[in-house]
């Protein structure tokens, strides 16, 4: 969405300005009651979880509503300093790729999963845009354990979104890019032959939520931008919005801006899953990652896939058509009842909602009007149920209050749009500060939900809030729409650039949370599972620590006879077993920093010392009253020295090693 920010003024002559039309009357908009609605008292917890992406920074952050208090930063697909992820030697292969070790990505789009169409509070999948990816998120433990890479996709951008039981996670691919089996070294001007849209089919273990790449589909060069799955009477059917059907490779916001309409794609995924199982589609050799977290070893793996299946236009040639929509539709929205389909056109004057009853029908009577690149194109009034005249200037995004109500989106005219899905009436506006991308109402996009709140999601804050700049906070801004007339209730700064959001009410996650985390059920190779147990042991120039913490000492706390040039690991095990007691890690001069260790799991820290000297190492979390006494040493002589090995805690030395010979084990 970054780019709308820049949407030529050529492409959308119609808009005088686009920083014209910002709303005004900030304290007018916001009601004498607001204070009161968001207040949560202390010692109170939230109505709903707020699952917000966070754009460019690759978490995802947990506000709690009404406060629009920040709970957590979760590390998805960015290297994460408050605890390590992406540093620590467990959590280092989730970010593997086949493009090696990747440590920030940019992460758009959240779907909680569902049980018939409803947020079931289980897990949470969250796309990575620039490296194509998918994670999924334990909501018992907060954790990334699970992130698969997309292969013949770039830019995965239409993604996550589910089906309404979460058979499966769908993607589309962004950019239209060669097949990983041709060959992609070809002029860029070849885009109309040789590039292709791909379609990601992710099929999810309904009980442990494993993800593996089902089957992908080879459509049309052409960007998919959003996608939602159908609902109810529509659930077997994936919707796309799709821009630039004009195949542009330079110069998109001009030369994609030319068509009329572009569309909506409209895939039958049973049916597609039916071809796969009776053998159809051809196997492309290719390269993918996949990485799964064992919460028993609190360790990742990665492991690379070399294949997958690929439905072609000619054997999806039941299964998928176009119906077009005007023009370069950005969201694809479809509403609680499953029979109509909203897609917003960024540069359309109204807002098209198609009726799944008339697309089904229009299929039946082959009411067509051509073919694109071999996908038939439904007729425009063969799918419609109708337009939303006037809503306002760039429609976004829709979500539903599951009152018969859709909310748009007006990135240009920055206003939130309610309008009646049956008889297309505007029935209020708000305005937003400013620019908003997403909306979100908790399960707003499910077929049940909770229609209390809705939360815009604001791309530029400009006069909000103290300024910070260059680069100001962007923004969420929450509503109460129990009402007819939405009302302003709440600003709150947002961390990174949020783009879609989930929630859902706090106890379904809460009580669920596991809050013992038994010492005995550490699984992790190197655990330490008491102090007695503690130790340093060498092998040839890699040195392994055994250390424990609790509060508040490390054990050992003194350690000698390590050598420049020496590989160290230390593996740290937190003996605490309540959850909310987890121990810092750090070493003075190392490149990796810092550990934070949760309570009952081991961590290791890898550190390469370059001098000799005496290097200090502490806890980094505050953990009780002598947590400033929670620290030590470490003494590193010159490569090929001969100081011994030894290690003690309260200088009890009977643990010593003598000095061992390189190559020989301890
Ligand atoms: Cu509109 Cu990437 Cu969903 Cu942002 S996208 S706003
Ligand atoms: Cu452990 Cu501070």
Redesign the pocket.
């Known amino acids: 969405?970054?780019s709308?920010k820049l949407l030529g003024l050529s492409a959308i002559v119609a808009v005088t300005a686009l920083t014209g039309c910002k709303p005004k009357g900030t304290e007018t908009a916001v009601s004498g009651d607001a204070a009161q609605k968001v207040y949560v008292a202390p010692g109170k917890y939230d109505e709903f979880y707020n699952f917000v992406?966070g754009?460019f920074n690759g978490q995802v952050n947990v506000y709690g509503l009404p406060s629009g208090r920040l709970l957590k930063v979760l590390p998805v697909f960015s290297v994460n300093p408050e605890n390590g992820y992406g540093y620590s030697e467990e959590t280092k292969p989730m970010l593997e790729t086949s493009h090696g070790f990747i440590p920030w990505d940019d992460q758009?789009?959240l779907s909680l999963s569902q049980t018939n169409a409803e947020v079931d509070g289980r897990w949470l999948f969250a796309n990575a845009?620039n490296t194509p990816r998918v994670a999924r998120i334990d909501l018992k433990t907060f954790k990334t354990v699970e992130i698969l890479e997309l292969p013949n996709s770039a830019g995965n951008?239409s993604s996550p979104f589910l089906t309404e039981n979460t058979e499966y996670v769908v993607a589309g691919t962004r950019f239209a890019v060669p097949m990983d089996d041709a060959n992609g070294d070809v002029p860029i001007d070849s885009f109309k032959e040789n590039f292709k849209g791909v379609l990601s089919f992710i099929g999810i273990d309904q009980q442990t939520g494993g993800m593996d790449l089902s089957f992908q589909i080879e459509a049309p060069g052409i960007n998919f931008?959003?996608s939602h799955a159908g609902k109810k009477k529509s659930g077997d059917w994936f919707f796309f919005s799709c821009y630039n059907s004009e195949k542009a490779n330079t110069l998109l916001e001009v030369n994609a801006s030319q068509n009329d309409k572009d569309f909506i794609m409209a895939v039958n995924w049973k049916k597609a899953a039916e071809l796969v199982k009776a053998g159809k589609g051809r196997k492309v050799v290719t390269e993918y990652a996949h990485n799964t977290w064992d919460e028993s070893t609190h360790s990742a793996t990665s492991t690379m896939k070399k294949e997958v299946v690929v439905l072609s236009v000619e054997d999806m040639k039941e299964a998928m058509f176009m119906i077009p929509c005007p023009k370069s539709p950005?969201?694809c929205d479809v509403d609680p009842t499953g029979e109509y389909i909203i897609g917003s056109g960024k540069l359309a004057a109204l807002i098209p909602v198609f009726s799944f009853d008339k697309m089904i029908k229009a299929i039946a009577d082959k009411n067509f009007a051509g073919e694109y690149d071999g996908v038939q194109v439904i007729k425009y009034e063969a799918a419609l149920h109708g337009e939303v005249q006037k809503p306002g200037l760039g429609p976004?995004?829709t979500e539903f209050d599951g009152k018969g109500n859709a909310y748009t989106?007006m990135?240009v005219s920055s206003e939130v749009v309610k309008w009646n899905i049956k008889d297309l009436k505007v029935l209020d506006r708000q305005p937003t500060f400013y620019s908003?991308?997403?909306l979100m109402i908790p399960g707003g996009d499910s077929g049940k939900p909770f229609g209390k709140y809705l939360v815009a999601?604001n791309?530029i804050t400009k006069d909000r809030y103290l300024p910070t700049g260059p680069e100001l906070a962007q923004s969420a801004q929450l509503y109460d729409i129990s009402g007819d007339k939405m009302k302003l209730l709440l600003d709150f700064p947002t961390f990174g650039?949020?783009?879609?959001a989930q929630a859902l009410p706090g106890d379904m996650i809460s009580k669920n949370q596991v809050k013992f985390f038994k010492i005995a059920d550490n699984k992790h190779p190197y655990a330490t599972k008491g102090e007695a147990e503690s130790k340093v042991v060498r092998e040839g120039n890699k040195v392994h620590v055994y250390m424990t913490s609790i509060r508040s000492h490390f054990a050992p706390d003194n350690i000698e006879g390590i050598r420049v040039g020496d590989e160290v690991y230390f593996h740290v095990t937190n003996l605490e077993q309540d959850w909310d007691v987890p121990h810092g890690f750090a070493i003075k001069g190392n490149e990796n920093a810092e550990l934070l260790i949760m309570p009952g799991e081991t961590c290791t820290l890898k550190w390469i010392p370059k001098k000799p000297g005496m290097y200090p190492m502490y806890c980094t979390d505050f953990c009780s009253a002598l947590h400033q006494e929670m620290q030590g040493y470490v003494r590193v002589s010159p490569a090929g020295s001969n100081t011994p090995l030894i290690y003690s805690l309260n200088n009890k030395k009977d643990n010593a090693q003598s000095p061992v010979k390189e190559g020989e084990t301890k």
């Open positions: 969405m970054k709308l992406s754009g758009h789009h845009n951008h931008d959003l950005h969201g976004l995004h989106s990135f908003v991308g997403h999601y791309k650039e949020p783009h879609y």
